[in-house]
């Protein structure tokens, strides 16, 4: 029968040995978890951030858009087509982004859009929310501020890209260019 006493010995002069003391493993434990939960908080606070920019942008995106496309027809006599337009603009526009944007007002203060998109959808506003009196001068005034925001990057056309995919980005920039130097030049 072979002799393990020597391995035995082994073994309980490792087993013997100081371990690593409790307040040492306490204190790396404590420091690990405050960096992984810092860490995952600002991972939280930027994904909601980013949701935010989405809504935001596609929020005015979409408002222009389909307000330059019920404005843009013209199939009817005047008056049929104004009475027509007017059932369009609030069947079809809520501002649904912006209501969301407001519920989450701690995280939107801190996009550097904000006083931009604030000032855009204050113009928006003035020219949806009285159809009845001065509505082409308003909506007027209202996408000259707005294409004057997309085309000076107040709002990003990087974000615009990013969120509306290339193609329907491209069509929006073309048309804030188009209203933006006319503006200009009556200036």
């Known amino acids: 029968m072979p002799d393990y006493t020597k391995e035995l010995q082994e073994i ?3 087993l013997s040995r100081p371990s690593t003391p409790v307040w040492l493993a306490a204190t ?7 960096f992984s939960a ?7 606070e930027r994904s909601k951030l980013k ?13 222009f858009l389909t307000v330059e496309g019920i404005m843009g027809f013209c199939q009817m006599d005047e008056l049929q087509r104004w009475e027509w337009q007017k059932e369009q603009l609030k069947l079809h526009v809520g501002f649904k982004g912006e209501a969301y944007l407001r519920a989450n007002e701690d995280t939107y ?3 550097s859009e904000r006083a931009v998109a604030d000032n855009v959808y204050t113009y ?21 501020v707005f294409a004057r925001a997309v085309c000076e ?6 974000c615009f890209r990013q969120f509306l995919g290339k193609e ?5 920039h073309g048309q804030c260019s188009s209203i933006y130097e006319k503006s200009q030049r009556v200036l």
Do not use: C, P
């Open 153 to 158: 990057d107040g709002l990003k056309r990087k």
């Open 51 to 63: 949701r935010l920019k989405r809504v935001l942008y596609v929020d005015l995106a979409e408002v």
């Open 168 to 172: 329907r980005a491209e069509m929006l």
């Open 28 to 34: 790396v434990s404590t420091i690990l978890g405050f």
């Open 109 to 111: 203060m801190q996009m």
């Open 12 to 14: 309980a002069a490792a």
């Open 124 to 144: 928006l506003h003035v020219a949806l929310d009285d159809l009845d009196h001065w509505w082409h001068v308003n909506w007027s005034l209202a996408r000259q």
């Open 38 to 44: 810092s860490l995952l908080q600002r991972l939280a």
